[in-house]
């Protein structure tokens, strides 16, 4: 042990383990988490061979790919289920890959679970889980990204024989960006602009297979591939998908909310935000995911500027610890502090969606514009604090912070799309403002309002009663 | 103390917020449209709902905190660090809080100096506090974070993964700088 950590660690005025445990939702919560990690490290299988940032690209692709479908494995006969233990084993287990199956797991199933009708469920799901479906959710067009309504993916419906006619009619339309989609994936769910009856019906959802489940070669009509290396993410096969007049039965459609009759009547949602869930979900989940690549940097230059020691401060003497330093603290202890912030409100958010999903699911939608709001607005305030954050903390490990050695490049190339994915940030700042804007008249009347934004009727003529105590 | 920095935060965003709405108002008395007024306050609308955002966060962090069941030193430690995420929000975004006078000059300085108390507060607990996020070292993938501190013995043995250094004299050397040395 080091022994200015060792000393570090002695002066602490608290118990970390009560933190932990605060953080991770009890002791016996930390308890699991520990004991999967472990399963996880001690894992002869998963001891990789050189560090990943000496490996190739396809050598990267192929380990992770190994090591995830492992990993799945060996969490189904562990009978682990939950999504967050699952999480804490993978990560452990490679926690240097992007999980090339992390839209399949995180995307394709819950979308299925979500918005397929039971027969659909049934039909599918359990292929998914057994990876004879390897699926994908192909939204993103290399044109089009937060702005879901300006898609240019077709389906068409023909009535004569009960098929959607898919169509990717510009280059621009071409999907792009979605995980796994190049190589690895079998099929997806295709965002496409319906079209039935001569007349647009606005963005679905579609079982489209991409390639044959036997040979993995493609189906007619179908063109993807790689989109080639990115700025981080590179374990994962991005892909590009092309559809030139692939049909697919009536029964493709994700149907449990809008739906298409045999002779192409369309039957449209109760509410046309019904559809947000999954979308809602996956920001919820952002936030903690950013609090955790910024806390993860935090250790990193903390313990390290710990361990540094950089000139003398008198002449003559020791050189200090760089964490001695007024400045060094002011760059690392707010970001340790918005790392904390973070964690908490991503728990939160968590726990707000799983309240109000469960009132979606009864077809109670009122409470969804203000969980849309919360977690698209909250899900840009964390990436920025995080992408900010994480560099910063790469600046506070001085030279070494720029090489892979120190695990900070990973992290930022690994957290920092976070910024552009899920709906580009500044779209989601004014989707937040949208909001704020369209409750004002009501915030203004002193109407009934949700206790998150009372406040902002309060008398702006006040001021600050701070005293120097603060 | 927490809820007089929550209380800052709560203004801001108000006062934002209805700047906003004040903009988008003036515009369409002025003869625009909605969306064109909406359109030309696009960055207004930005800040107020960071400021919303931001309070929302510190909200939750102090309500999470007040709340938490853990000894009274740990709770110490996390409304210092709770303090500073609101004191750095205020200080680093500092116009948007004095911009209708809400702080005082005088106010000013107490949150400088608080800010650099803090720093002093929280500086014997920085390495528990990064610890009791529990990450193991294979999570981390760091030489420079690792749990025992030994970052030097660490970086060498990374450098010696590099595939550079599996030849002792590189291929290139014989095709590109031994020519270029005897030409």
Same mark, same amino acid.
């Given at each position: 042990m080091n022994p200015d950590l060792a000393q570090e660690r002695r002066r602490a005025t608290f118990d970390?383990?009560? #933190?932990?445990?605060?953080?991770?939702?009890?002791?016996?919560?930390?308890?699991?988490?520990? $004991?999967?990690?472990?399963? =996880?490290?001690?894992?002869?299988?998963?001891?990789?061979?050189?560090?990943?940032?000496?490996?190739?690209?396809?050598?990267? $692709?192929?380990?992770?790919?190994?090591?995830?479908?492992?990993?799945?494995?060996?969490?189904? +006969?562990?009978?682990?289920?939950?999504?967050?233990?699952?999480?804490?084993?993978?990560?452990?287990?490679?926690?240097?890959?992007?999980?090339?199956?992390?839209?399949?797991?995180?995307?394709?199933?819950?979308?299925?679970?979500?918005?397929?009708?039971?027969?659909?469920?049934?039909?599918?799901?359990?292929? =998914?889980?057994?990876?004879?479906?390897?699926?994908?959710?192909?939204?993103?067009?290399?044109?089009?990204g937060t702005f879901i309504r300006g898609l240019e993916t077709t389906a068409s419906y023909d009535p004569s024989n009960q098929e959607f006619v898919l169509n990717?009619?510009?280059?621009?339309?071409?999907?792009?960006?979605?995980?796994?989609?190049?190589?690895?994936?079998?099929?997806? !769910? #295709?965002? =496409?602009? !319906?079209?039935?009856?001569?007349?647009?019906?606005?963005?679905?959802?579609?079982? #489209?297979?991409?390639?044959?489940?036997?040979t993995h070669r493609h189906m007619p009509g179908v063109e993807s591939g790689d989109i080639g290396p990115k700025f981080g993410f590179n374990s994962n096969d991005n892909g590009y998908l092309k559809l030139s007049n692939v049909r697919i039965p009536r029964e493709n459609m994700l149907m449990r909310y809008s739906k298409v009759l045999e002779d192409g009547t369309y039957v449209p949602p109760t509410n046309q935000r019904i559809g947000y869930g999954?979308?809602?979900?996956?920001?919820?989940?952002? #936030?903690?995911?950013?609090?955790?690549?910024?806390?993860?940097?935090?250790?990193?230059?903390?313990?390290?500027?710990?361990?540094?020691?950089?000139? +003398?401060?008198?002449?003559?003497?020791?050189?200090a610890q760089i964490i001695d330093y007024q400045t060094q603290q002011y760059k690392l202890f707010p970001l340790l502090a918005t790392a904390y912030a973070m964690y908490f409100t991503g728990r939160y958010a968590e726990d707000y969606y799983e309240q109000i999903a469960s009132e979606i699911e009864a077809g109670n939608l009122e409470s969804l514009n203000q969980l849309h709001a919360v977690?698209?607005? !909250?899900?840009?305030?964390?990436?920025?604090?995080?992408?900010?954050?994480?560099?910063?903390?790469?600046?506070?490990?001085?030279?070494?912070?720029?090489?892979?050695?120190?695990?900070?490049?990973? !992290?930022?190339?690994?957290?920092?799309?976070?910024?552009? $994915? +899920?709906? +580009?940030?500044n779209v989601m700042m004014l989707q937040v403002a949208r909001f704020l804007m369209k409750i004002y008249p009501d915030i203004k009347r002193g109407g009934p309002i949700h206790e998150f934004v009372q406040y902002l009727g309060a008398d702006l003529t006040q001021k600050s009663c701070m005293t120097e105590e603060v | 103390a927490l809820g007089c920095l929550l209380k800052a935060f709560q203004h801001r965003a108000a006062r934002l917020l209805s700047d906003a709405a004040a903009r988008i108002e003036n515009l369409v008395r002025s003869g625009k449209s909605r969306q064109e007024a909406w359109d030309a306050s696009t960055v207004a609308l930005t800040w107020a709902a960071k400021a919303y955002c931001h309070t929302f966060v510190v909200r939750t962090f102090s309500q999470i905190v007040s709340d938490a069941a853990v000894d009274k030193s740990t709770k110490d430690v996390l409304t210092a660090l709770c303090k500073l995420y609101a004191i750095d929000g205020i200080i680093e975004n500092l116009g948007e809080?004095?911009?209708? %006078?809400?702080?005082?000059?005088?106010?000013?300085?107490? *949150?400088?100096?608080? @800010?650099?108390? @803090? *720093?002093?507060?929280?500086?014997?607990?920085?390495?528990? *506090?990064?610890?009791?996020?529990?990450?193991?070292?294979?999570?981390?993938?760091?030489?420079? %974070?690792?749990?025992? %501190?030994?970052?030097?013995?660490?970086?060498?043995e990374y450098a010696k993964n590099s595939p550079f250094n599996e030849q002792e004299v590189l291929d290139s050397y014989h095709k590109f700088i031994k020519p270029a040395q005897t030409e």
């Open positions: 970390p383990e009560q #933190v932990t445990s605060l953080l991770y939702r009890g002791p016996e919560n930390v308890r699991k988490r520990r $004991y999967l990690q472990n399963a =996880a490290i001690q894992d002869q299988v998963l001891r990789g061979s050189k560090p990943w940032a000496f490996q190739s690209r396809v050598e990267q $692709y192929e380990t992770a790919l190994q090591m995830f479908i492992y990993m799945m494995k060996k969490l189904d +006969e562990m009978g682990v289920t939950d999504p967050l233990e699952r999480m804490y084993y993978q990560e452990a287990g490679a926690p240097h890959y992007y999980n090339p199956m992390a839209l399949h797991t995180g995307m394709f199933i819950p979308s299925i679970e979500k918005q397929g009708t039971k027969e659909q469920k049934e039909r599918w799901l359990p292929m =998914a889980r057994s990876l004879q479906l390897i699926g994908t959710y192909a939204q993103t067009e290399m044109g089009h990717s009619p510009t280059v621009t339309s071409m999907k792009f960006w979605p995980g796994g989609l190049g190589k690895t994936s079998n099929c997806c !769910l #295709v965002m =496409a602009q !319906l079209i039935t009856q001569g007349k647009k019906r606005g963005i679905h959802l579609f079982f #489209v297979q991409i390639r044959d489940l036997k999954t979308m809602v979900f996956v920001r919820a989940h952002i #936030v903690t995911n950013s609090a955790r690549g910024l806390s993860k940097a935090c250790v990193i230059a903390i313990r390290y500027s710990a361990v540094r020691r950089q000139t +003398e401060v008198s002449p003559g003497g020791p050189e977690c698209a607005g !909250l899900k840009a305030f964390s990436t920025w604090a995080c992408t900010a954050g994480i560099e910063t903390c790469r600046l506070c490990c001085g030279g070494h912070g720029y090489s892979h050695a120190s695990g900070i490049p990973k !992290l930022y190339t690994y957290y920092t799309p976070g910024c552009t $994915y +899920e709906g +580009e940030n | 809080f004095i911009e209708d %006078g809400f702080f005082s000059p005088h106010q000013v300085s107490f *949150l400088k100096n608080k @800010l650099a108390d @803090l *720093l002093a507060e929280i500086r014997p607990n920085a390495v528990a *506090l990064v610890d009791a996020f529990d990450y193991p070292d294979k999570t981390l993938d760091s030489c420079l %974070g690792r749990y025992d %501190g030994q970052v030097y013995p660490a970086l060498y």
